[in-house]
């Protein structure tokens, strides 16, 4: 089965949507999210749909899921990338994503999350950790 | 056509691997990748493959070509979250990925490419920018 990646960066995780969203990666993003959200502690997630041609109501559930479950796990969920074309649809369509906040871009994403807790744990990582630096 | 999505984050562009690389595919990230860099002047790449399941000879090559592209553009190119599996076979397969960076995760990646630039905007941009601080 396809699995979407779920990728920690900082005090964030980012999942970028590629593959067609089908019950069962549906759910499983919803669970190892969850999972990945207790494991890190995080307080961010950022899910970026810029590569879905389409997001229809299956797709706005399931966001809106991820972004219910995340928020009892006390993480905010901002979805980015939004093409102005599924924008214009999902009005059409009359689904609104209740619940969901967005932004333009990622960048915008993780200041949206930055302004409630600092990201910069980034830049210090790269030159604090001596472990990474030897690999240079 | 599916098209991988290239995600901008501070000082580095962030592709992350879910769908088959087909010719196509690959030529077109080859080419949205060079032209974000030109278009960024960002100094770093980071590609995961932590969805990949088989890095093939065909892969291999793709992956090397965007590390060559990148460096002629003056960005480095990390590739992160190999499977064990997938290195394992690459190795039988003879393929050592020459040329190419690795780093287990993407925050390691990030840490990677940071000791050589600066990657603290992220952090900065959170608090500083009143544009996206209005949006709460």
């Keep these: 089965m396809e699995r979407v990646p779920v990728l920690k960066i ?15 990666v549906a759910l499983q993003l919803q669970e190892d999210l969850a999972e990945r959200i207790v494991a890190t502690g995080v307080h961010g997630v950022i899910i970026d749909i810029s590569a879905l041609d389409i997001v229809d109501s299956f797709v706005g559930r399931t966001l809106a899921a991820i972004a219910s479950v995340s928020r009892v796990l006390d993480a905010e969920t901002v979805v980015v990338g939004m093409r102005p074309a599924v924008a214009i649809t999902l009005v059409e369509l009359g689904l609104s994503l209740p619940g969901i906040r967005t932004a333009l871009n990622v960048e915008l994403g993780i200041a949206m999350l930055g302004s409630r807790e600092t990201v910069d744990v980034l830049g210090d990582e790269g030159e604090t950790d001596p472990a990474v630096l030897t690999r240079e």
């Design 10 to 24: 900082g005090d964030i995780l980012l999942v970028s949507i590629q593959i067609d969203m089908e019950d069962q």
